[in-house]
């Protein structure tokens, strides 16, 4: 029986060039010749232990359940391997894929998988597994990839293929980056032992197995030498769940930890300056304010003029320079100035004299009770000082800082109200990022409006790139003049990197928060 790869004619389109299969095929062969071989020149050694600022949850262990934010990846990229991910320098790399083929209609997507790749229990990779990956995926924006994906069909254990309902140019993006749908586990592993097993004991095919994972202190991976594409350099790796920036400062300075995740305002300045040490920032994506009343009629917040009063409100040049050292980029935008299709706003203003007369002119003359404002609480230094700049123009708000898990599950599950501090830094283009939180039916859209959604269904089946990047930005544009978020900025992510470290990883992977890839990250020799 020939596979899908052998049966159709078709051309894929990479870096703004049609290649034929044939090419493909050739220049993957190459590759593998030439600079992909799995050749285990040294054992993996020694040990690195991470701080982490948040309370890792086991639901990150599962890419079947990625929500829409990039702590997951922090996890998956060491557990974990995909079809395709971003890497350094091709924010869609082949991974288990070997190649892919798409189809001169646009409605099929052929893959091969790269031969000999096992999971850490020593079980191949098949299509199978992808097929069945693919299926169980219950992350954000699963509605919509298996409302656009009409059937996976498996050839044979290499070969097999996503047949679409419509032509749509994002299926790669949602599925390479944006989600968490072309990460792969095992089949049959996670049929024997069920989701709540494979939490409890996740099975992978990435650079480091699980060994064990003790709630709220940490998570400790060894690294598995018969990763495809290199063998891990580390032996053992740590993620240590230290909630407090301060303690972990601490614990980077003893050299309890090596590697220091968030650490921000006074701390960051003192670790700078700390002999030994060094300071690795990232801007890994937006943060935001979001008005989760503002469909109710009854609300404050329904009024446009509330809302902008709240954006005028924000002293973000002053909160940035106090607690990120002045490194976030400020924005007035949820979609990073980096993802393609992104329309530049004007920048944001501090004017908190006109905040107060928008306020008065929509009825609130003394200001309002604006309720509870939720927050991940590794954020609630910059909530409080955003919390001070809305008093002082009279919206008064009580904060409500959660753990990140159950901030992110009750922001999804819509349980949230009055105002939510959002952010994301999952990969993607401003169409992936306007699906999630813009978009009726999005995991984070307590709300939308019908002429956003409708040029949403416009785009996504759009194959003229510049008719496609005129829909996007008038959506922009809309959710701009609507006031739907009060951005913030592209957070600068400040870290710190201790002595015995030679590669931290960091910045590697454009865009990306942590450190990865793991297999990548390396001790200083002695």
């Not at 956003?452 to 809309?478: C, G, N, S, T, Y």
Request: hydrophobic content about 40%; glycine content about 8%; aromatic content about 12%.
């Amino acid at each position: 029986m020939d596979s899908p790869l052998t049966s159709r004619g078709s051309r894929v389109p990479i870096c703004g060039l049609a290649i034929a299969r044939r090419d493909i095929l050739a220049i993957t062969a190459f590759s593998l010749v030439t600079g992909l071989p799995h050749l285990a020149l040294a054992l993996p050694q020694g040990q690195l232990t991470w701080g982490v600022h948040i309370s890792l949850s086991p639901t990150w262990f599962d890419p079947a359940e990625t929500p829409g934010i990039i702590t997951p990846f922090m996890e998956l990229y060491a557990l974990h391997d995909a079809m395709l991910k971003p890497m350094p320098g091709n924010m869609a790399q082949l991974c288990l894929a070997e190649s892919y083929a798409a189809s001169e209609d646009a409605l099929t997507y052929d893959f091969v998988l790269r031969d000999g790749t096992r999971f850490h229990n020593g079980e191949p990779v098949t299509a199978e597994d992808v097929a069945f990956s693919f299926e169980r995926y219950r992350g954000t924006s699963h509605e919509l990839l298996k409302s656009r994906v009409a059937a996976v069909e498996v050839a044979d254990p290499r070969h097999l293929s996503f047949r679409l309902s419509k032509p749509w140019p994002d299926f790669l993006t949602f599925y390479s980056s944006a989600t968490g749908a072309g990460w792969i586990v095992p089949k049959k592993y996670l049929e024997r032992v069920g989701d709540d097993g494979f939490k409890k004991a996740p099975v992978g095919a990435g650079p480091y197995k699980f060994v064990s994972f003790t709630p709220g202190v940490e998570l400790v991976m060894e690294a598995f030498e018969d990763y495809w594409r290199k063998t891990p350099a580390v032996k053992r790796l740590v993620l240590r769940v230290i909630p407090d920036e301060a303690t972990r400062l601490a614990a980077l300075k003893r050299g309890e930890v090596d590697i220091a995740y968030s650490i921000r305002g006074e701390l960051a300045d003192e670790l700078q300056k700390t002999p030994g040490l060094s300071l690795k920032s990232a801007v890994p994506g937006s943060q935001w304010l979001y008005f989760a009343d503002q469909w109710d009629p009854r609300s404050p917040w329904h009024d446009e003029r509330v809302r902008w009063a709240a954006n005028l409100a924000m002293d973000r040049q002053g909160i940035n320079q106090a607690i990120t050292l002045g490194l976030s980029h400020l924005t007035n935008s949820i979609i990073p100035e980096t993802f393609e299709f992104y329309w530049q706003p004007p920048a944001p203003v501090y004017d908190p004299a006109k905040a107060k007369q928008l306020l008065a002119e929509a009825g609130h003359p003394q200001g309002f009770d604006a309720g509870e404002f939720f927050c991940d609480s590794s954020y609630s230094n910059v909530a409080e000082a955003l919390l001070n700049n809305f008093a002082e123009v009279g919206i008064r708000s009580r904060l409500r800082p959660l753990e990140r898990a159950a901030f992110f599950k009750a922001y999804a599950d819509k349980s949230l109200k009055n105002i939510i501090f959002g952010g994301s830094g999952a990969f993607g283009n401003a169409a992936t990022r306007m699906e999630a939180f813009y978009v009726k039916g999005g995991t984070y859209a307590y709300g939308s409006y019908p002429e956003i959604d409708e040029m949403f269904q416009q785009q996504a089946v759009e194959l003229d790139h510049k008719k496609r990047a005129a829909i996007l930005e008038k959506m922009q544009q809309l959710a701009y003049q609507r006031a739907i978020y009060a951005p913030i900025w592209l957070l600068g992510f400040l870290n710190g990197v201790g002595p015995r470290v030679g590669e931290s990883g960091f910045g590697l992977i454009p865009g990306f928060a942590y450190t990865a890839p793991y297999e990548d990250i390396t001790l200083k020799d002695g």
